[in-house]
């Protein structure tokens, strides 16, 4: 996304390099892009917003998880995934005081083909999202469900028969994660970070 830029160059390397480490783990694979929002009203204080990415990924891994075994009680073939990601710290102007985070989720498509239906009663990966955001910050899902927002067009198949081609639409749509707009620095805060593994 050129008309984004300017781009902090390690971070667009540290996106490329996730994506393509989670390709070659899984052929096949499901990328998810969404936002996550704090309430207006929210008591955010450093310590507690610099631990709750690992939070919410610690809860969506446990959710996935479950799920994975939950299936392998009912059927004889499951497919695992790894968990994959990729995350930016914004601040903007749009009348909440506290930032909000792009996410970029990274899962075996075999495993996890698609969101399913936002806010349905039924677990699919949304309401995995939306719980794991709510656990992360403390809140109930109800007053959870508003907070997370799935984009238009935001999943993205890969497969490794295509190569850096079927690379390229992905990592344009999520460099706007890497851009210099809106992201602050010197108050101790974290601003972009992805898996390690």
């Known amino acids: 996304m050129y ?5 902090i160059l390690e971070y667009l390397e540290m996106t490329h390099n996730t994506i393509t480490k989670a390709l070659e783990c899984h052929p096949r694979l499901s990328a998810f892009r969404f936002d996550m929002r704090f309430p207006i009203d929210f008591n955010l204080n450093i310590d507690l ?34 968990v994959r990601y990729v995350w930016a710290r914004e601040c903007s102007s749009d009348g909440n005081p506290h930032p909000h985070y792009h996410f970029l989720l990274l899962l ?32 109930s899902l109800d007053q959870a469900r508003g907070l997370v927002y799935f984009p238009n067009n935001g999943i993205y198949r890969l497969n490794q028969k295509n190569g850096n081609a ?12 890497c851009k210099v707009n809106t992201k602050r620095y010197g108050d101790g805060r974290h601003a972009f970070g992805c898996s390690r593994s």
């Open 3 to 7: 008309k984004k830029g300017p781009f």
């Open 49 to 82: 917003e610099n631990g709750i990415i690992q939070r919410f990924v610690d809860s969506l891994k446990a959710k996935i998880k479950y799920d994975r075994e939950k299936s392998a009680q009912r059927y004889s073939r499951v497919h695992t995934t790894e």
């Open 166 to 177: 079927g690379i390229s639409p992905l990592f344009e749509r999520v460099s706007y994660m």
């Open 108 to 139: 075996n498509q075999d495993a996890y083909h698609s969101l399913g239906l936002i806010n349905s009663d039924k677990k699919n990966m949304s309401s995995r999202i939306i719980e794991a955001w709510a656990s992360a910050i403390g809140l």
